[in-house]
T-cell receptor, first 111, second 113 residues
Framework: GQNIDQPTEMTATEGAIVQINCTYQTSGFNGLFWYQQHAGEAPTFLSYNVLDGLEEKGRFSSFLSRSKGYSYLLLKELQMKDSASYLC????????????FGRGTSLIVHP | DTGVSQDPRHKITKRGQNVTFRCDPISEHNRLYWYRQTLGQGPEFLTYFQNEAQLEKSRLLSDRFSAERPKGSFSTLEIQRTEQGDSAMYLCAGTEGLRETQYFGPGTRLLVL
């Protein structure tokens, strides 16, 4: 089985930087995804990590440490529209294409 | 817009009725997934298809649930004898690329009264 842990809720100020952590315990590892989900909408893909290190994409960056079972999503220059749930999802074995999702972190950005 | 469509977007039904949902991925999506999501939870895997073959089903998928992908294009998910606990958002996703990134449709929100 899998255990994926994320904080339930975070708040931040417009223009600031926020880091959303994800820890996982899996029997294997075959990639980690971050998705953004606005209320009432479907998840949208943000980033993918399979090797250790930082992947940067505009205002969003994602980091992975496989040895620590740890990832974070870094959001810079926060905007009000970044208020959403952020889902961490892990594929836990070679040859499996099925990711298991965490419960998500609800981010509230205030002025 | 991921190009994945789902129909209907909302469904209200009475307990005990059967419902069917449809998902249309884009042609590049050879794998198609169904998930269920309830409030405050992440999506839970139900089943997936590679082309027309159903390759894996979750233990969450009771025998009241059945899914098909008859021609390897669109897929349907049927729930028989619905129960109030089936109320959820049902999401469909197609995958693309070497990373098998999942691209979700808008979902079908089911309410069982």
């Amino acid at each position: 089985g899998q255990n994926i842990d994320q904080p339930t809720e975070m708040t931040a100020t417009e223009g600031a930087i926020v880091q959303i952590n994800c820890t996982y315990q899996t029997s294997g590892f075959n990639g980690l995804f971050w998705y953004q989900q606005h209320a009432g909408e479907a998840p949208t893909f943000l980033s993918y990590n399979v090797l250790d290190g930082l992947e940067e994409k505009g205002r969003f960056s994602s980091f992975l440490s496989r040895s620590k079972g740890y990832s974070y999503l870094l959001l810079k220059e926060l905007q009000m529209k970044d208020s959403a749930s952020y889902l961490c999802a892990v594929r836990d074995r070679q040859g499996s294409y099925i990711p298991t999702f965490g419960r998500g972190t609800s981010l509230i950005v205030h002025p | 817009d991921t190009g994945v469509s789902q129909d209907p977007r909302h469904k209200i039904t009475k307990r005990g009725q059967n419902v069917t949902f449809r998902c249309d991925p884009i042609s590049e999506h050879n794998r198609l997934y169904w998930y269920r999501q309830t409030l405050g939870q992440g999506p839970e895997f139900l089943t997936y298809f590679q082309n027309e073959a159903q390759l894996e089903k979750s233990r969450l998928l009771s025998d009241r649930f059945s899914a098909e992908r008859p021609k390897g294009s669109f897929s349907t998910l049927e729930i028989q004898r619905t129960e109030q606990g089936d109320s959820a958002m049902y999401l469909c996703a197609g995958t693309e690329g070497l990373r098998e990134t999942q691209y979700f449709g808008p979902g079908t929100r089911l309410l069982v009264l």
